[in-house]
């Protein structure tokens, strides 16, 4: 139900295509964050008008609310949330370090206490399987532990460890349930890798998970609070690591920096809540770097946010509009600004698809970093 193929090359770059059961999705792709079944402040519809073809949700809070036996009955995710496209599930893993003071980590899994209404809350291997698959999602993702300082071996090697035979216990769910089902289920699930900022780590991690055959795999314990030329370090010897064959996710990444660094190392695919939740501070990416239309320089400014933009927001208003919405807290400009900066990362996607195909991707590359480091605004 899965397929991936490459369809162009340029140095470690590349591009294709990845099929699931709800359509494919052209690679790189970027996933806007959906983290309770709904990218905040956008229809379906206007995600798609923005070029978004996949989209990601959050396995641990839609498991607390409002559950995935629910999510089911209804129909499943894409149903429930009416988005017809792919849909790839994070399996809570993250929740291990962001919900530290409420979680017990074990060789069997980990208990929560919610951070809802402090109910009692087990995710194993398996129930993480189920649940995915309860929401009928293309793309579920491996329940793995990561640590909140990569650079503590001390903390990386027991997390790396107990993540590899989580995948191993992920793999074998799967097949118990594919067994046992009368039915298909459009669910696939990718490992994920850890190991901190170590390399051994890293390389024991992916021999480990590599010899599991899974369709997928993704990178991930790595922007924490560690330095930037570690995150990159620690990222181009990763997906050297995993198999070419297979599409490689980088989790939780990022600027459109990291994007444009990242696909140049192999990555196919991304996810951030940084477009939407810039986007509802005011914050708005450009092709010459980001500028906050709360400044007072943009109360009488005319211009649309990106002249090269052609989003409904920079078609439709101008930076003194935005100004003016944000500064009397209106709703609309959080909207406004989200689906500006849902735009800009969809449209800056394609561009790196096309540098790819065209075999100019280190000049892409090059002239777009040396364009988002100019000053663009001052304050007024």
């Given at each position: ?362 000049a892409f590359r090059d002239g777009f970093v040396d364009r988002q480091g100019r000053p663009q605004e001052t304050d007024a």
């Amino acid at each position: 139900m899965l397929e991936f193929e490459i369809s162009a090359a340029a140095g470690d770059a590349r591009t294709g295509r990845l099929r699931t059961a709800h359509g494919a999705v052209a690679t790189p792709a970027f996933m806007p964050v959906g983290t309770y079944g709904s990218v905040r402040g956008l229809t379906p519809v206007q995600l798609l008008e923005a070029g978004t073809e996949i989209v990601l949700s959050n396995t641990y809070h839609l498991a607390l609310r409002p559950g995935a036996e629910t999510i089911s009955k209804l129909g499943g995710l894409h149903r429930f949330m009416g988005w017809d496209g792919p849909i790839l599930t994070d399996s809570g893993g993250f929740q291990l370090f962001s919900l530290a003071s409420h979680v017990k980590v074990r060789d069997s899994g980990a208990v929560f206490r919610s951070h809802l209404d402090g109910a009692r809350f087990e995710m194993t291997p398996e129930r993480a399987v189920e649940i995915q698959r309860l929401l009928g999602v293309d793309i579920g993702m491996a329940f793995d532990v990561l640590t909140g300082d990569p650079g503590d071996r001390h903390a990386a090697a027991p997390a790396a460890a107990r993540t590899a035979a989580w995948a191993r216990r992920t793999r074998d769910a799967q097949r118990a349930c594919r067994e046992r089902d009368t039915g298909d289920t459009p669910t696939e699930f990718f490992a994920i890798l850890q190991g901190g900022l170590f390399e051994d780590l890293r390389r024991n991690n992916a021999d480990a998970i590599g010899e599991l055959d899974f369709p997928g795999y993704a990178v991930g314990g790595l922007s924490v609070g560690e330095a930037r030329p570690d995150t990159l370090a620690t990222a181009e010897l990763s997906v050297g690591l995993l198999p070419a064959d297979r599409p490689r996710y980088m989790m939780g990444m990022g600027t459109p920096l990291d994007l444009v660094e990242m696909a140049g190392q192999g990555y196919d695919l991304f996810d951030c809540v940084m477009p939407t939740r810039n986007g509802r501070n005011g914050t708005l990416f450009t092709g010459d770097g980001t500028l906050s239309v709360r400044n007072a320089v943009h109360a009488d400014d005319d211009r649309p946010v990106d002249d090269d933009c052609e989003c409904y927001c920079c078609r439709s208003f101008s930076r003194a509009y935005l100004h003016h919405l944000a500064k009397r807290k209106e709703m609309l400009g959080p909207i406004l600004g989200s689906l500006h900066n849902i735009h800009f990362y969809q449209r800056l996607m394609a561009d790196i698809r096309s540098a790819i195909r065209d075999d100019r991707y280190a000049a892409f590359r090059d002239g777009f970093v040396d364009r988002q480091g100019r000053p663009q605004e001052t304050d007024a």
